[in-house]
């Protein structure tokens, strides 16, 4: 059954259906999928009215609450949205609604262009909790985008069969990385370090002595209760011995008396990372906390004085563990006996909020999935024979232990050991962008692609997307694979230029995008199309002036229903020579002057475009033959057909000849042009490429005289439903390379 998501396009080669088991072909649903993004890019502007609220998302909630809500998300906690999202959007959520009301209001705030990120614009999108806000929306912001898609999935996971307009490519988006967020993330908290690197191990004994006086006035004042003359006192001896933590832990104690609980509170948690087996800091952090309500964090705090004091413990912590045991008590028994269903829900929140506090903690995101990446990359990196593939084991294998010690990776790496990314183009893009930061002896030196589409040249082989002139044609060539969106290896490649071809380099192949389809500029969609007549079948049909009981008798026959040929086995051998490459042009602006010659050379190597083309030569002889890739063809690949009585499926003689009237071997295909055959244009060519090597060239024929094919494989259709596929009341493709 259809859902609401298969009528948003997002990127074609994240359907699964796409690419066909042979390399570098497509599905007839791939080849649909195909007519759908060349309509979304060239056809007809369509526009989709969406509701979209621009005010700006209410103050963000407290960290805490964020945290807290993650990790304990209700299935029917409609109230909680609106700590998230405000009563604009969700005015209605205090009362019964429909859930369609709900997903139409989540849907206008996932559009808004303010603080919500759009990931298919995003290169990264660890980024987006990782970097400076000026560069991205900020880990809070992140984190509340987060859960208001995965309160929009709940939703629409149980309503699903109501269709709400508001589905966009940036709502999609967001569902895909918010499922993949708690799929792989393990959000947590652990205690904060502080950096003690500035504050002095020891101190001069003079300095000592000037500090143990004022700790005695100190104490004097805080026994005649003048706390903040306490203060005062307790801080000249922290400013002249910072390291010494009684010093400090004291003023905690007299900030305490003044009811200056956070400070306090700031005091006693510096007391304990200097001193981390100090037990009266940490009675004194638990007081503090206690104070402040906080009757969880009090009781771990107050548990670790004791267990540290030992037998020193004081009935001071114990008395102050037994009132943190009845404020969390009390709590409880206030949330069970209150009758006011949102009073009770508001207590339960803040008691929960409670075990997310960041009082002297730090969010930490661990990667559930660090291992499997770790092996996928390394299985590609195997599978697809990269050379460097020792240099990918060793940085991969050591590289999210680093990440978890403190180092800083790149950005793409990140999102890799995260599996933190959009599926199709942006997959492919992050796969091969972790192989090249993992491969040393490169990874400075080509750097990151500047577009999608870009290969990859290395002085040992070459790679290219899919999608692209190079990736479709060299599918057929033997050795190479194709996964995760790239074809390789293949073999190295010859410029034709005074670029150094040993430099690992991106290429972006320049070639025209070919319509996959035809259709008349004046049609009206609100018009009913009408299917043409087909013309294979126009020839079974009876003639003018045709007797109707010969006609008859004609059809009936079974000796004149018969297998067609299909082409013959050529002996031809052809052998690629090379992949030439030509830098083009630069339509683009010439760098500034002021960049320095080496950084102007490296810019226009990134954004140069180049022109393919392929060298043949035949049996080994002399001659050789060069097909530029002018176009980006398409090459179909069709299923295998039900048999029918004899196996392949039969034509009657009447029509016959309009599937053998029109094949080519690829020995001639240089020849061809529209002038060279007198057939009607609704004639299918069929290209012979039954020989060694015929197959590759026959694509490259196709990318340089702009012309889309269907491709028959052994196993595949059979020779009468693979041309009328390709017919032009089909497929409409209108070219057959037949393989075999």
Partial sequence: MSTEEDYVFFDIESDPEYQSAYYGTVTCDGFGLECWDYEVLFGKQRDMDVLIIYNDLPALP?????????????????????????????AAAKDIVPTSFVVADLYSLLNNQNVIAHFTTKASVAEEWRAPTDRSIGLWN????IIITKELARRLSCDAERQVRGLTTKV?????????????????LVDMSVDTSSIPKTVSS???SKAEDFKRQGNEATKKRLHQRAVQLYTEAVQTDPGNVVYRNNRSGALYDLGKNWEALDDALIATKLDPTYAKAWARLG?????????????????????????????????????????????MNAIEQEKNKERARRLRVAFLDEDWDLTGTMVTMDSRIHARQTEGLVLFAERMRWPYLEEVRNYAETVYGDLVGGQTIPSHLYDWMYGMMLPGKWFAFKIMSALIICSRS????????????????????????????????????????????????CPPVRFISTLDADKPQHIRVHARRLAPFTTNSEWDDRAVLLQGEDVEYEARCMKLGEEVEPYLAAMTDRNQWVLPEKPVQQASVWEMKAIELQALPSPKSVPAPSLGVEMREERMDRETDYQARIVFQMNGSERTVTYTLYTNPIFVSLPACGPGPRGNHELHLREVSHYQNNIWTVDRLKEHSVETIAIGPDSVMIINATGHGCELLAYAWCAERG???????AGGACFACAVRAASRYRLGIGVVIWVS
Avoid at 71 to 88: C, Y
Avoid at 303 to 329: F, H
Avoid at 707 to 713: G, L, M, P, S, T
Wanted: positive net charge.
């Fill in 707 to 713: 012309r889309n094919a269907i491709v028959r494989e």
């Fill in 172 to 188: 999609l988006a967001s569902l895909i990385i918010a499922d993949r967020w708690f799929q792989n993330v393990q959000i947590g």
């Fill in 142 to 145: 992140f984190l509340r985008q």
């Fill in 442 to 489: 490169i990874r400075h030196t080509i750097g990151l692609a500047p577009y999608y589409d870009c290969g990859v040249s290395l002085p040992q082989a070459s790679y290219w997307r899919v999608r692209t002139p190079l990736g479709s044609i060299l599918g057929c060539l033997p050795g190479v694979r194709s996964l995760n969106g790239w074809l390789g290896p």
């Fill in 62 to 90: 407290d960290g805490s609450k964020i945290l807290r809500r993650l990790d304990e998300f209700s299935w029917h906690d409609m109230a909680d949205l609106e700590e998230f999202t405000g009563e604009l959007a969700l």
């Fill in 287 to 331: 007081l503090a906390h206690l104070r402040l309500g906080r009757g969880k964090r009090a009781k771990k705090a107050l548990q670790r004085a004791i267990e540290l004091a030992g037998r020193n413990g004081t009935d001071t912590m114990r008395q102050n563990l037994e009132d943190a045991n009845a404020k969390i008590e009390a709590d």
């Fill in 206 to 208: 003079l300095q000592k």
